[in-house]
């Protein structure tokens, strides 16, 4: 259904806290030379220092589309969200990070697509740059459009794990009452959008590539304490408990992310960093037998071929340390 003229069609919700003025400004580049009467940047700070207050104050106010700033207390980049989602006046909910940034062309085709759409969730594709913005990598959500089928559904399940991968409808997102999950620094955000895309009643995504994703070294994930990788199994416990009986349609998706969380990406990063922490992984890997004792019948599982993945998934922590530290030497 076209919205009205003048209809704000989507709000853009950045927590900030203590990021970087250099940051702040690529991030509000785009907004503050170009507009578009369709969109509101909604800024919450999350309890930041006072040089990072007097940033934001000063990079918003550049910014020639509609644009607010709310302060709360440090709660957290979760609460920071829901916070400003408070505030929306939007069709759709976009979360982004402050120190990421929005490509204006995409945003522009993005906005005439949901100017159209009563989708709940619109995904759309993302780039992975580094700190000099070199793409790295794509994040592919949407690739392939008019797709609106429960393969399709399971793709993202299997695939989603970060908010600003997709645009929300403010209805659907007050409608489901779930809000934000808060209470792991690792992992938020599988934990909120998981269950989004499980009760999602439509789902159609645009190719384009509208996000791009900075990874630095000192994003919460690299900077984290080893125990704190234990969190995740709060995520997946969250994600069993608010969607009960609605989860058993999406097990095989859930027992996946499950093994690939847990048995993968958190223990790749533990025993690259730290000859401590395999403990941590051994703790994950007893959750994930605990919860799913048949896990190796799972049918994602089984298709899985590659060799250092399969080496953690069955446990050989030392030996993937082992030819890491070894392939490091190789490239010095």
């Known amino acids: 259904m076209k919205k009205k003229p003048g209809e704000i069609v989507l709000s853009i919700i950045v927590p900030v806290y203590n990021t970087e003025l250099r940051f702040l400004e690529v991030f509000s580049d785009s907004f503050c030379n170009n507009y578009d009467s369709r969109i509101e940047l909604i800024f919450v700070d999350d309890g930041s220092d006072d040089k990072t207050k ?4 000063a990079v918003s106010s550049k910014i020639i589309n509609k644009c607010s700033i709310y302060f709360q207390k440090n709660g957290g980049q979760n609460s920071a969200r829901m916070n400003g989602a408070s505030h929306a006046n939007g069709s759709y909910l976009l979360f982004a990070d402050s120190d990421d940034f929005i490509d204006w062309s995409s945003l522009c085709k993005l906005l005439d697509f949901l100017e159209c759409s009563n989708a709940d969730l619109v995904p759309f594709n993302c780039h992975v740059v580094d700190d000099n913005q070199k793409s790295t990598n794509d994040l592919f959500l949407a690739d392939k459009e008019e797709r609106n089928d429960e393969e ?9 794990s970060s908010l600003w991968q997709q645009c929300i409808r403010r209805v659907f ?3 489901t009452g779930l809000g934000l999950f808060s209470g792991s620094k690792i992992g938020e955000d599988l934990a909120s959008i998981f269950p989004m895309y499980a009760l999602a009643l439509s789902i159609q995504p645009i190719n384009v590539f509208l996000y791009s994703y900075v990874q630095r070294d000192s994003s919460i994930m690299h900077s984290a304490a080893i125990d704190q990788h234990l969190g995740m199994l709060d995520v997946f416990n969250y994600i069993s408990f608010v969607l009960g009986d609605n989860l058993e349609k999406y097990k095989a998706e859930f027992e996946w992310l499950a093994i690939w969380h847990l048995l993968y990406l958190e223990p790749r990063f533990i025993i690259t960093h730290s000859k401590k922490g395999v403990h941590v992984c051994f703790v994950m890997r007893k959750w994930l037998e605990d919860n799913f004792s048949d896990w190796k019948k799972n049918i994602y599982y089984t298709k899985e071929k590659r ?4 080496l953690l998934f069955h446990g050989h922590y030392h030996i993937y340390a082992a030819l890491h530290s070894f392939k490091d030497w190789l490239s010095f």
Request: aromatic letters at 20%; a neutral charge.
């Open 54 to 57: 007097e940033d934001l104050g």
């Open 307 to 310: 060799f250092g993945v399969l």
């Open 173 to 175: 997102y007050e409608r």
């Open 152 to 160: 399709y559904r399971r793709y993202c399940l299997t695939h989603c």
